[in-house]
């Protein structure tokens, strides 16, 4: 249920941030870090498992998405275990927070974001601390849930957002790499991207980064299902308010870093091309558009069909009803409410693809693909104040955050 605007309005944010003690792979036993860091869970195909599993084997895939035969979660925990007898995995001498500049390309362009990793006290969306933007899915959810019990760790970061208004924390971050009192502790290359991290553990450095989140939201950018996982588990374990269980790990950037990239997510859509063509004729209207003009013109919606590209567009006497005032002119929401429900109802499968070009070549193969433009942090950021949440699978978040490169032990 949203929040109310009263409540919004008058509630102000006091997130609490603390340094971790982080587990990290240590390149003198494991071997290069970047050969053992993979993406969180939601990203990585059965492929991209049997490759990574190929790939070393001590690749944190085989913590963050073990194999499903047996039982996963506790061959994760005994594997866990394993990895810190043997010295794979080590904990830092003293707790840090740690700044992560992660380096890669966009459109042929080097872009390099900014991000923070910390424990992020936990937070009930009622509290209007912790905002999301999105809705979950429960299987992934349940997923997470029995990782986290088996293991006891969490093994890949919530992304969030902040509005740093004044540069209060991108100054004390800035100083502390670059005056050097931040220990530099990793430089970890995947294909085009590079990975710096920095140990920021002095006392005065932590201090002013917590008085400035204590004066801010964070919004969750990527990670919803790992942040309500966590919230879960923190009420299944009880314990005081210190209690390692009530924080979780957070990767947190700020709304206006220069490398913040958000992609959209497509739809492709197998079967209901009744249901589809009945509901753009009840709501839109349909306008032939020149597929290399998609990227210049950036429309809402366009659907492509063996080689024909419609965009559409409202109809001024479309029912609006069932979306809520927050987005209903987000192309997004406008898709999921009219034009993609009534073609789930009828049966038809619905699968989500962020790469256009791999959308595009799905409906060259006999599906329909939905393109969309992408949701802007502003809007994301409006949008959760209201305490509204969007469709699941809105947003893509560009690169991910690796899992392995910074592991939070809950023991």
């Keep these: 249920m949203p929040l109310s605007r009263d409540f919004l309005s008058q509630n102000r944010a006091m997130a609490e941030i603390r340094p971790l003690v982080a587990l990290r792979y240590d390149a003198s036993v494991a071997g290069a870090v970047g050969d053992h860091i993979c993406p969180p869970y939601d990203v990585i195909s059965d492929a991209d498992r049997d490759r990574l599993y190929e790939q070393s084997p001590f690749n944190f895939v085989r913590l963050e998405y073990p194999r499903p035969d047996g039982d996963p979660y ?7 275990a394993s990895w810190r007898q043997q010295g794979v995995l080590r904990a830092d001498a003293a707790a840090a927070v740690y700044v992560h500049d992660h380096e890669f390309l966009v459109a042929g362009t080097r872009v390099r974001r900014r991000g923070l990793h910390c424990a992020l006290r936990l937070y009930a969306p009622e509290e209007g601390v912790v905002m999301p933007h999105e809705l979950t899915f429960p299987k992934a959810k349940a997923d997470r849930l029995a990782l986290l019990r088996a293991t006891r760790a969490n093994t890949s970061a919530v992304f969030g957002l902040f509005e740093d208004a004044r540069g209060d924390i991108g100054t004390t971050l800035d100083r502390a790499v670059a005056g ?13 991207d590079r990975h710096r991290v920095w140990a920021v553990g002095d006392r005065l450095a932590i ?21 309500e996982t966590a919230l879960t588990y ?88 069932p979306l809520r005032a927050a987005w209903r002119e987000l192309p997004v929401a406008q898709a999921e409410e009219l034009l993609l429900r009534e073609a789930r109802d009828s049966g038809a499968e619905i699968t989500y693809e962020h790469d256009e070009h791999k959308a595009i070549a799905a409906a060259e193969r006999g599906a329909t693909a939905v393109l969309l433009r992408a949701v802007d942090p502003r809007t994301l ?31």
Excluded at 180 to 192: E, F, Y
Excluded at 288 to 310: H, K, L, N
């Design 74 to 80: 506790a061959r994760a925990a005994s594997d866990l």
């Design 180 to 192: 050097g009192s931040a220990k530099p502790i990793a430089d970890a290359t995947v294909g085009d």
């Design 207 to 227: 201090g002013e980064l917590r008085d400035a989140f204590a004066k801010i939201r964070i919004y969750i950018a990527d990670g919803h299902h790992r942040y």
């Design 234 to 321: 923190a009420d299944e374990r009880g314990g005081s308010p210190d209690a390692p269980e009530r924080f979780v790990l957070a990767y947190l950037c700020a709304l206006d870093d220069r490398g913040l990239r958000i992609f959209p997510t497509h739809r492709i859509v197998r079967g209901g091309n009744g249901a589809i063509d009945h509901a753009i004729d009840r709501s839109f209207r349909r306008a032939p558009i020149d597929a290399g003009a998609i990227a210049d013109t950036q429309p809402g919606i366009v659907v492509v069909r063996a080689g024909s590209f419609e965009e559409l567009e409202l109809r001024d006497d479309a029912d609006l009803g």
């Design 381 to 411: 950021q409006r949008i959760a104040d209201a305490g509204e949440r969007l469709p699941q699978k809105t947003t893509y978040f560009y690169p991910k955050v690796p899992a392995g490169l910074v592991v939070r032990a809950l023991n």
